[in-house]
Protein backbone atom coordinates (compact mmCIF):
# COMPACT_ATOMS: atom_id res chain seq x y z
CA UNK A 1 0.00 0.00 0.00
CA UNK A 2 1.38 3.63 -1.19
CA UNK A 3 2.63 6.38 1.90
CA UNK A 4 2.92 9.62 1.82
CA UNK A 5 6.40 10.46 3.31
CA UNK A 6 6.94 12.19 6.28
CA UNK A 7 7.69 15.09 4.60
CA UNK A 8 4.63 15.51 3.14
CA UNK A 9 2.60 14.81 5.48
CA UNK A 10 4.10 17.50 7.88
CA UNK A 11 3.15 19.66 5.01
CA UNK A 12 -0.52 18.50 4.47
CA UNK A 13 -0.58 18.98 9.03
CA UNK A 14 0.29 22.67 8.65
CA UNK A 15 -1.66 23.60 6.20
CA UNK A 16 -4.81 22.11 8.19
CA UNK A 17 -3.34 24.51 11.03
CA UNK A 18 -3.62 27.33 8.32
CA UNK A 19 -6.83 26.43 7.47
CA UNK A 20 -8.12 26.22 11.59
CA UNK A 21 -5.96 29.52 12.63
CA UNK A 22 -7.38 31.61 9.23
CA UNK A 23 -10.31 29.93 7.68
CA UNK A 24 -12.63 27.90 9.56
CA UNK A 25 -14.46 30.90 11.36
CA UNK A 26 -14.86 32.35 7.72
CA UNK A 27 -16.38 28.74 6.62
CA UNK A 28 -18.85 28.13 9.24
CA UNK A 29 -20.26 31.57 8.82
CA UNK A 30 -20.45 30.97 5.05
CA UNK A 31 -22.51 27.82 6.09
CA UNK A 32 -24.55 29.53 8.25
CA UNK A 33 -25.55 32.94 6.06
CA UNK A 34 -24.30 32.14 2.72
CA UNK A 35 -25.38 35.26 1.53
CA UNK A 36 -24.58 37.68 4.33
CA UNK A 37 -21.20 36.50 5.68
CA UNK A 38 -18.83 38.88 5.91
CA UNK A 39 -15.81 38.15 4.46
CA UNK A 40 -12.51 38.59 6.02
CA UNK A 41 -10.33 39.62 3.46
CA UNK A 42 -7.11 39.99 5.23
CA UNK A 43 -7.05 36.32 7.02
CA UNK A 44 -8.20 35.00 3.11
CA UNK A 45 -5.09 36.65 2.00
CA UNK A 46 -2.79 35.17 4.84
CA UNK A 47 -4.53 31.65 4.20
CA UNK A 48 -3.60 32.21 0.49
CA UNK A 49 -0.05 33.53 0.61
CA UNK A 50 1.19 30.72 3.77
CA UNK A 51 -0.45 27.66 2.17
CA UNK A 52 1.11 28.79 -1.12
CA UNK A 53 4.20 29.04 0.75
CA UNK A 54 4.25 25.58 2.07
CA UNK A 55 3.72 24.01 -1.33
CA UNK A 56 6.72 26.12 -3.01
CA UNK A 57 9.03 24.79 0.21
CA UNK A 58 7.68 21.27 -0.33
CA UNK A 59 7.84 20.62 -3.81
CA UNK A 60 11.45 22.74 -3.91
CA UNK A 61 12.89 20.22 -1.16
CA UNK A 62 11.57 17.06 -2.69
CA UNK A 63 13.68 18.41 -5.77
CA UNK A 64 16.47 19.14 -3.56
CA UNK A 65 16.50 15.77 -2.00
CA UNK A 66 16.68 13.64 -5.18
CA UNK A 67 19.45 15.78 -6.15
CA UNK A 68 21.92 14.93 -2.90
CA UNK A 69 20.91 11.11 -3.98
CA UNK A 70 21.99 11.56 -7.62
CA UNK A 71 25.05 13.12 -6.44
CA UNK A 72 25.68 10.93 -3.62
CA UNK A 73 25.12 7.49 -5.91
CA UNK A 74 27.81 8.72 -8.60
CA UNK A 75 30.26 9.72 -5.71
CA UNK A 76 29.65 5.57 -4.86
CA UNK A 77 29.52 4.01 -8.26
CA UNK A 78 30.59 6.64 -10.67
CA UNK A 79 30.17 5.42 -14.05
CA UNK A 80 27.69 2.31 -12.80
CA UNK A 81 25.31 4.99 -11.16
CA UNK A 82 21.42 4.01 -11.52
CA UNK A 83 20.57 7.75 -12.40
CA UNK A 84 22.09 7.78 -15.45
CA UNK A 85 18.61 8.50 -17.26
CA UNK A 86 17.84 11.54 -14.54
CA UNK A 87 21.37 13.38 -15.54
CA UNK A 88 20.41 13.09 -19.25
CA UNK A 89 17.32 15.06 -18.48
CA UNK A 90 18.83 17.39 -15.65
CA UNK A 91 21.46 18.00 -18.40
CA UNK A 92 18.91 18.41 -21.18
CA UNK A 93 16.95 20.57 -18.81
CA UNK A 94 19.69 23.17 -18.21
CA UNK A 95 21.18 22.90 -21.71
CA UNK A 96 24.35 21.66 -20.00
CA UNK A 97 26.08 18.94 -21.84
CA UNK A 98 27.54 15.81 -20.46
CA UNK A 99 30.85 16.44 -21.62
CA UNK A 100 33.53 13.93 -20.81
CA UNK A 101 37.27 14.62 -22.48
CA UNK A 102 38.81 11.79 -21.37
CA UNK A 103 35.91 8.35 -21.16
CA UNK A 104 38.00 5.87 -19.01
CA UNK A 105 38.15 8.91 -16.05
CA UNK A 106 35.90 8.49 -13.99
CA UNK A 107 37.02 11.36 -11.65
CA UNK A 108 36.44 13.30 -14.88
CA UNK A 109 32.70 11.73 -15.16
CA UNK A 110 32.33 12.78 -11.28
CA UNK A 111 33.44 16.18 -11.55
CA UNK A 112 31.16 16.67 -14.48
CA UNK A 113 28.26 15.40 -13.15
CA UNK A 114 29.07 17.11 -9.45
CA UNK A 115 28.97 20.63 -11.40
CA UNK A 116 25.69 19.70 -13.02
CA UNK A 117 24.24 19.16 -9.75
CA UNK A 118 25.56 22.36 -8.62
CA UNK A 119 23.65 24.38 -11.27
CA UNK A 120 20.30 22.04 -11.03
CA UNK A 121 20.67 22.99 -6.91
CA UNK A 122 20.85 26.74 -7.86
CA UNK A 123 18.08 26.93 -10.13
CA UNK A 124 16.05 25.49 -6.79
CA UNK A 125 17.12 28.25 -4.57
CA UNK A 126 16.12 30.81 -7.52
CA UNK A 127 13.02 29.38 -7.78
CA UNK A 128 9.84 31.61 -7.04
CA UNK A 129 6.39 30.12 -7.54
CA UNK A 130 4.50 26.91 -8.53
CA UNK A 131 3.30 27.88 -11.79
CA UNK A 132 3.56 25.08 -14.47
CA UNK A 133 6.78 25.58 -15.94
CA UNK A 134 8.50 25.92 -11.94
CA UNK A 135 6.86 22.62 -10.83
CA UNK A 136 7.42 21.09 -14.11
CA UNK A 137 11.56 21.56 -13.89
CA UNK A 138 11.36 20.69 -9.95
CA UNK A 139 9.15 17.35 -10.76
CA UNK A 140 12.27 16.56 -13.53
CA UNK A 141 14.60 17.19 -10.75
CA UNK A 142 12.95 15.18 -7.95
CA UNK A 143 12.88 12.36 -11.15
CA UNK A 144 9.74 12.66 -12.94
CA UNK A 145 8.66 12.96 -16.78
CA UNK A 146 7.75 16.10 -17.87
CA UNK A 147 5.56 14.55 -20.43
CA UNK A 148 3.66 12.59 -17.68
CA UNK A 149 2.72 15.08 -15.23
CA UNK A 150 -1.32 15.43 -15.02
CA UNK A 151 -2.58 18.78 -16.86
CA UNK A 152 -5.18 18.81 -14.13
CA UNK A 153 -2.16 19.37 -11.43
CA UNK A 154 -0.28 22.02 -14.31
CA UNK A 155 -3.34 24.20 -14.56
CA UNK A 156 -4.44 24.05 -10.58
CA UNK A 157 -1.16 25.17 -9.65
CA UNK A 158 -0.55 27.84 -12.57
CA UNK A 159 -3.90 29.52 -11.54
CA UNK A 160 -3.52 29.36 -7.88
CA UNK A 161 0.29 30.50 -8.22
CA UNK A 162 -1.34 33.53 -10.18
CA UNK A 163 -3.76 34.40 -7.68
CA UNK A 164 -1.07 34.29 -4.85
CA UNK A 165 1.01 36.30 -7.34
CA UNK A 166 -2.10 39.34 -7.74
CA UNK A 167 -1.94 39.31 -3.40
CA UNK A 168 1.70 39.29 -3.20
CA UNK A 169 2.16 42.14 -5.77
CA UNK A 170 -0.61 44.66 -5.19
CA UNK A 171 -1.94 43.96 -1.67
CA UNK A 172 -5.33 41.85 -0.58
CA UNK A 173 -7.26 45.05 -0.47
CA UNK A 174 -6.61 45.25 -4.13
CA UNK A 175 -7.48 41.77 -5.37
CA UNK A 176 -10.89 41.59 -6.85
CA UNK A 177 -10.44 37.31 -7.40
CA UNK A 178 -10.18 36.15 -3.78
CA UNK A 179 -13.03 33.15 -3.94
CA UNK A 180 -15.69 32.06 -1.31
CA UNK A 181 -13.71 30.76 1.84
CA UNK A 182 -14.63 27.02 0.97
CA UNK A 183 -13.60 27.33 -2.31
CA UNK A 184 -10.11 29.05 -1.04
CA UNK A 185 -10.02 25.66 1.10
CA UNK A 186 -11.08 23.52 -1.79
CA UNK A 187 -8.57 24.73 -4.20
CA UNK A 188 -6.06 24.29 -1.58
CA UNK A 189 -7.17 21.04 -0.92
CA UNK A 190 -7.40 19.87 -4.49
CA UNK A 191 -3.86 20.92 -5.14
CA UNK A 192 -2.44 18.73 -2.26
CA UNK A 193 -4.74 15.71 -2.97
CA UNK A 194 -2.81 15.94 -6.80
CA UNK A 195 0.27 16.42 -5.70
CA UNK A 196 -0.07 13.62 -3.65
CA UNK A 197 -1.20 11.42 -6.55
CA UNK A 198 2.05 12.53 -8.53
CA UNK A 199 4.39 11.70 -6.01
CA UNK A 200 2.92 9.09 -4.35
CA UNK A 201 0.35 7.50 -6.57
CA UNK A 202 -2.77 7.36 -4.34
Known amino acids: ????????????KRVKRLKSKYMARQIKNEITDPINYKFDILNAAAYQLLVHAEIEEYIETKALEML?????????????????????AIANELGVPISITAPYDEGEFKAVVNSLIKKAQKE???????????FSKLALF??????????MLLANIT???????????????HVTNFLSPSSEVKDAEDILSLLRMHYYKF
Open 1 to 12: MSQASPLFNDMT
Open 142 to 151: SGYDKALIDP
Open 68 to 88: VLIKNDVVQNGYGTAYFKNLL
Open 124 to 134: VSDNNGIKSHS
Open 159 to 173: TYGKRRGSVAHKGPR
